[in-house]
């Protein structure tokens, strides 16, 4: 008589045990595809569109003239087929922009602080990086195999003590200038000199500050009188003021010729689309020609910020903490509710009991957009449970 066969184990049966471990704690997340016109959206808060410029005319002109140029995609990687003419104009025209000798642009802003950071540093060197730094960084320093020190958020003193604490062969100081959950400055003077001092490289990402922080929006390094230093390497992104898609590295020549060498996220990748190159570069050259883009979108934010009640922002995120993850989904969908989108961040991307609704100013905002915003906050406020206020932080 034969034995009969046991059911083959479930392998993947954990993905439902961890699934149901995070719906209970208020964390499970779903993809939401948005049509081309929301009917029932009339303000979008959540996106990074913070110059407007996503849907302006002339982006959108740019991008098309370089699709019918050149093809829907770069056809291969940028050593290979995918290094266009428009790439090496928009590299040209980020690192005039934003005071850098050069640049390299990159697939995406992830790619880029991937790229950077591990083509800087390897075993045997040393990482120092704010704990509140953005999961590309984070994910950065644990690839270079480089030794990391975590620092407290902000804390140039922490960061003194680690390089001057440890042995290491090269050093490099890696942070956000403005980040991208808190919306708040690093102190990047500050921390040049503790570097400099201490022979490291300052890396900064400058997603968040690029066509926001500056009076040309040409971002916080160069705000800081960093921009073109021997020892200062910055990284962007295109999809956020630039209202496009991919990033890109900028620093000393040398740099860029040592990432075209090393950077495995560079080398490895196929080139940035045509087409998002295009818009970039349209928008890049909007932002030029209208620099008072950047302050109208930091404006905008210190009116969102007021009536929130939340920490005045050093750019265009205005961050209001609302505590527990169920909180921050509640105040959001009130908002939904009200015609207003606005992101809503729980853990891992926040720490635990700092879930938040995260409010992205906009250079086009119209006194009507906060008049609404208002009515959504208020709204959002009067539903919360008893506690905290929503809109307070």
């Excluded at 770069?74 to 000798?101: P, Q, Y």
């Amino acid at each position: 008589m034969h034995e009969r066969l046991s059911a083959p184990p479930a392998p993947l049966a954990w993905l439902d045990v961890n699934a149901q471990a995070r719906r209970t704690a208020g964390l499970r997340r779903s993809v939401r595809p948005r049509p081309a016109v929301d009917d029932l959206i009339r303000l979008d808060l959540a996106g990074n569109d913070y110059l407007g410029l996503s849907r302006h005319p002339d982006v959108i002109e740019a991008g098309v003239a370089a699709l019918r140029a050149w093809g829907a995609g770069s056809t291969g990687s940028r050593l290979v087929s995918g290094t266009t003419e428009l790439h090496a104009e928009l590299e040209t025209a980020l690192a005039a922009h934003t005071g850098f000798a050069a640049g390299l642009v990159f697939a995406s802003g992830y790619a880029a602080n991937l790229g950077a950071l591990t083509a800087l540093v390897s075993a045997g060197d040393l990482v120092v990086s704010d704990e509140h730094n953005h999961a590309s960084i984070v994910d950065a320093c644990r690839l270079s195999r480089a030794e990391v020190a975590i620092v407290p958020h902000l804390d140039v003193a922490a960061v003194e003590s680690a390089l001057a604490g440890r042995s290491y062969r090269r050093a490099v100081m890696v942070t956000d200038s403005v980040f991208s959950a808190d919306g708040d400055l690093a102190p990047l003077a500050e921390l040049h000199a503790v570097t400099r001092r201490h022979g490291a490289v300052l890396l900064v990402d400058e997603a968040h500050a690029l066509g926001v922080v500056g009076a040309r929006g040409e971002g916080a390094v160069a705000a800081a009188g960093l921009a073109g230093a021997p020892d200062v390497v910055a990284t962007v992104t295109l999809s956020k003021s630039l209202g496009s898609q991919g990033g890109a590295v900028l620093g000393p020549v040398e740099v860029r010729d040592h990432l075209i060498d090393t950077a495995r996220t560079f080398i490895f990748d196929t080139g940035l689309a045509p087409a998002a190159a295009g818009a970039a570069l349209g928008a890049l050259r909007l932002l030029a020609a209208t620099p008072a883009l950047a302050a109208r979108s930091r404006a905008r934010a210190g009116e969102l910020a007021r009536l929130a009640e939340a920490p005045a922002p050093a750019a265009a995120v205005v961050s209001v903490v609302l505590g527990e993850p169920e909180r921050a989904v509640a105040a959001a969908q009130t908002c939904r509710e009200h015609g207003v989108a606005v992101g809503c961040f729980r853990p891992p991307t926040v720490p635990p009991g700092t879930s938040r609704l995260r409010l992205s100013a906009r250079a086009d905002l119209t006194d009507d957009d906060i008049a609404l915003f208002a009515t959504a906050l208020a709204a959002a406020r009067a539903a919360q449970p008893a506690g905290t206020p929503a809109g307070r932080s």
